[in-house]
């Protein structure tokens, strides 16, 4: 009796994939969801506590909760505290999926999408923006800045100062549409290091642009000035 070995197949079994502590956080949490243990506006334990019952180092649990917070699950409230955002336990369960596993799709097709959600959200949030969205905004901004003077990329820290655009636009299903392509952008530009020439030291001079035409109410401008911020990355993606 022949082995599968004997058939020609060298390979048949699949490489294991150690799964890192903040993926298996966030999978707890998933279960936790779904079993009804955490519920939509339920607060979770301070970052303290997390870290001795977790019993991983603390930037595991940064980790986790970063990209959580990044993806619409968790939201944070200063001097209250992190709770599960009111989404349904579905939607929940959806958007946590998308963080531990992700589909592979066309990159020029998200870059292309993305411009198209984000020429409008910047628009928007120039006419609408409050001066607490202008503190987030500035906020994001100044946590990439932090990443490039680090030599680093920065692409959650890039990709928030854009989600906080879109909250700032006051169109919920323009923000909701910008959490489902930006897990997949992510993902994407680290795989193919879009910002491997270092184009993240343009990219903060961009951002700070299109901040000042936010904070100028000046809608044409910004719209201009995110265009050409997307043209340009969709150009490098494509090559």
Known sequence: MATLFENGSDKIFKEISLAKPSEKIIDQIRTMIREGQLKPGDKLPPERKL????????????????????????????????????????ALEG???????????????????????EVKAVSLAAERRTDEDL???????????????????GVEEDLMFH????EASKNSVLRSLSMIIFPDMVKYS?????????????SLTEHHEILEYIRAKD??????????H???MLDNGSV
Do not use: W
């Open 190 to 202: 680290q795989k193919l290091d879009i910002c491997g020439d270092g184009r993240f030291r343009q």
């Open 163 to 166: 989600l906080k655009i879109a």
């Open 230 to 232: 997307l043209s340009d």
């Open 95 to 117: 958007l946590i999926s998308n963080v531990l596993q992700i589909e592979d799709p066309d990159f020029h097709s998200l870059v292309e999408t993305r411009l198209m959600l």
């Open 219 to 228: 809608p044409e401008k910004a719209a201009i000035a995110m265009r050409l």
């Open 51 to 90: 870290v001795e019952q977790f019993g991983v180092g603390r930037g595991h649990v940064r980790d986790a909760l970063k990209k959580l917070e990044f993806y619409g699950i968790l939201k944070t409230f200063p001097q209250n505290g992190t709770v599960v955002s009111g989404l349904g336990v579905r």
């Open 135 to 153: 503190i987030q905004i500035s906020n994001a901004l100044s946590e990439f800045g932090k990443k490039v003077e680090m030599e680093d990329p």
